[in-house]
């Protein structure tokens, strides 16, 4: 089983593929069916694969990268801008010019996304987490696309970055409840 990073890297290669068969698709003016033959199943691997990464990798970048919180919260953001063109598009008509300019919108931000997080994201994990982590997240990666062809039953809304950020790190290292705010222990006792 590959581990994550190259299941990433795979999909990263899928989706300029396709991204590419839908730049023939509008050179030759197909027709709407055509466009969704080809839209609809790369729409759905776009939001479920970030959809995975926010489940799967980014935790564990946030625990185990080195000064991963700002690729993170950029890669949130990155999701959060590629949703919103699938969206676009899935409100406008198949082939029409909101239709592409929801594509190309969802095409420009996982263009960036995806340069940013081959030179960041992952080249971090890969020289931070051991093997045995990657391996393991790679089977989990492919179960849960397997699992989800689609993003039916997902949860596919945009995320606070930050928030994203924060409630990752406090399942990392939970708040000791023993200890006060300032995390100084109790001034009664003494």
Do not use: C
């Not at 082939?95 to 969802?106: F, I, M, N, P, R």
Request: net charge negative.
């Amino acid at each position: 089983m590959p581990d994550i990073t190259t299941l990433i890297l795979d999909d990263h290669n899928w989706f300029r593929r396709q991204f590419a068969a839908l730049d023939e698709l509008q050179a030759r003016d197909s027709s709407p069916r055509e466009l969704s033959r080809l839209w609809e199943p790369l729409a759905a691997r776009l939001d479920v694969h970030a959809i995975a990464e926010e489940k799967i990798f980014y935790p564990h970048l946030l625990e185990h990268g080195e000064n991963p919180e700002d690729e993170t919260l950029d890669a949130i953001g990155d999701h959060n801008e590629i949703r919103d063109g699938v969206a676009q598009a899935e409100r406008s008509p198949v082939g029409s010019g909101q239709w592409w300019e929801g594509v190309w919108s969802a095409r420009r931000a996982n263009d960036e996304h995806m340069g940013e997080e081959e030179n960041e994201g992952l080249a971090n994990f890969r020289l931070n987490a051991t093997t045995g982590l990657r391996d393991a997240l790679g089977q989990q990666f492919t179960e849960f696309l397997d699992a989800h062809p689609t993003t039916e039953g997902l949860d596919n809304s945009d995320k606070d970055p930050e928030g994203y950020v924060e409630a990752v790190e406090a399942e990392i290292d939970p708040p000791d409840p023993t200890r006060d705010g300032l995390g100084i222990g109790s001034l009664k006792e003494k």
